[in-house]
């Protein structure tokens, strides 16, 4: 079992930045895939970025050149950066695991824990 805590978020100004921690217990991370996603209010949930533990990143083409991914092995964390924040960006942020630990996949079934959201507001 995989327990996922958000924090971060929060309201910012259009073309902002702010930073969104994952940090899991109860298993090391370092052989899963990580991603963020994100859901808007009456939206699908949406996949932004994923990592497959410091070898291979992937990015959504919406937030690619703004947002970056990481992971910080010793606090067993996964990190969101985002910069150059647009109201489109406004949702509801998840982190989320995969088990299999292959190449982030884009749908959100395909994850097995989930963290509990954090809200991020842009105003323009």
């Known amino acids: 079992q995989v327990q996922l805590v958000q924090s971060g978020g929060g309201l910012v100004q259009a073309g902002g930045s702010l930073r969104l921690s994952c940090a899991a217990s109860?298993?090391?991370?370092?052989?899963?895939?990580m991603g963020w996603f994100r859901q808007a209010p009456g939206m699908e949930r949406d996949f932004v970025a994923g990592?497959?533990?410091?070898?291979?990143?992937y990015y959504a083409d919406s937030v690619k050149g703004r947002f970056t991914i990481s992971t910080d092995v010793a606090k067993n964390t996964v990190y969101l950066q985002m910069n150059s924040l647009k109201p489109e960006d406004t949702a509801v942020y998840y982190c989320a695991v995969d088990e299999a630990g292959g190449r982030p996949p884009v749908g959100p079934d395909a994850y097995d824990y989930w963290g509990q959201g954090t809200q991020v507001t842009v105003a323009s």
């Open positions: 109860g298993r090391a991370l370092s052989s899963y895939t």
């Open positions: 990592i497959r533990w410091n070898t291979y990143t």
